[in-house]
Nanobody, 126 residues
Framework: VQLQASGGGLVQAGESLRLSCAAS????????MGWFRQAPGKEREIVAA????????YYAVSVRGRFTISRDNAKNTVYLQMNSLEPEDTAVYYC????????????????????WGQGTQVTVSS
């Protein structure tokens, strides 16, 4: 599967962005998906993850209550709605995919994912 992330940009603190990750292929519905981010000088970290059915979701503590991950399997797309953005959210955001048939299974470790998008830059000014 090939992934194309989009939706990044430059916003002010408190504003919102919605990232999209479009996947190629007909079996998107069988992939667990994740959003990661990497800030300069820092390691890549999990932001949110979602199972193929959407029944299982996970959020990093730093984004809980502000970010929402969702997916539309009919459109082969996973989204990350980011509200109340903070300067600390500034990073390159990546989407990732891993084949998984269990309805509620998702993954938190970058090494567990097989496919990656190219990344989209999110910059939040104070």
């Amino acid at each position: 599967v090939q992934l194309q992330a989009s939706g990044g940009g430059l916003v002010q603190a408190g504003e919102s962005l919605r990232l999209s990750c479009a996947a190629s292929g007909r079996t998107f519905a069988t992939y667990a998906m994740g959003w990661f981010r990497q800030a300069p000088g820092k390691e890549r970290e999990i932001v949110a993850a979602i199972s193929w059915s959407g029944e299982g979701t996970y959020y990093a503590v730093s984004v809980r209550g502000r970010f929402t991950i969702s997916r539309d399997n009919a459109k082969n797309t996973v989204y990350l709605q980011m509200n109340s953005l903070e300067p600390e959210d500034t990073a390159v955001y990546y989407c990732a995919a891993r084949l998984e048939y269990t309805r509620s299974r998702y993954y938190l470790n970058a090494r567990e994912y097989d496919y990656w998008g190219q990344g989209t830059q999110v910059t939040v000014s104070s």
